[in-house]
């Protein structure tokens, strides 16, 4: 049996959440005017009812993860998308998160051992600091990398 694990709760649950939080008729306000079905739709569980309907939450990932997937303008775009979205929420992200360049995570964890080791040596070897710094900074990324891949592994990207 696989056991899926993910940094947050499924996207029914959040909507049927923020529904219950704002009402069904700011809800359906915000949602474009949709009808009460069909908010109701966004809201339901679909592994217990075929009457379910891909939320804006589920709609909104694809188009970013697609915009990932079309090359550097596109994530350009979406790293966009996404600071405008967390803007009231109080995050700025002066730097993008790193993605992955490996196809796996093993293959990520060799490369952050990789830098790590070189980070190490030159720690022992004393060179000069602005070599170490370059080299946290190489470590800290390829643990960033790390982590997304981790996070995409888990929850089946």
């Known amino acids: 049996m696989t056991v899926k694990f993910s940094a947050h709760p499924p996207t029914w649950e959040m909507m049927a959440e923020a529904k219950s939080h704002l009402g069904m008729r700011c809800f359906r306000r915000l949602m474009g005017g949709v009808s009460d079905n069909q908010v109701n739709k966004f809201c339901r569980n679909p592994a217990t009812t075929s009457d379910w309907d891909r939320d804006p939450l589920i709609r909104l990932r694809e188009l970013l993860e697609s915009l990932l997937e079309s090359g550097p303008e596109g994530r ?48 022992r070897e004393r060179r000069p600091v602005h070599e170490v710094r370059k080299l946290k900074a190489e470590a800290k990324n390829e643990l960033e990398e790390d982590f997304v891949m981790y996070v995409r592994e888990i929850d089946g990207k």
């Open 76 to 123: 350009e775009l979406a790293m966009e998308i996404g600071g405008y979205l967390v803007e009231p929420l109080g995050f700025v992200q002066d730097e993008p998160c790193p993605l992955p360049d490996q196809p796996t995570l093993a293959e990520e964890l060799l490369d952050t051992f990789k830098t790590l080791t070189e980070y190490s040596q030159a720690c």
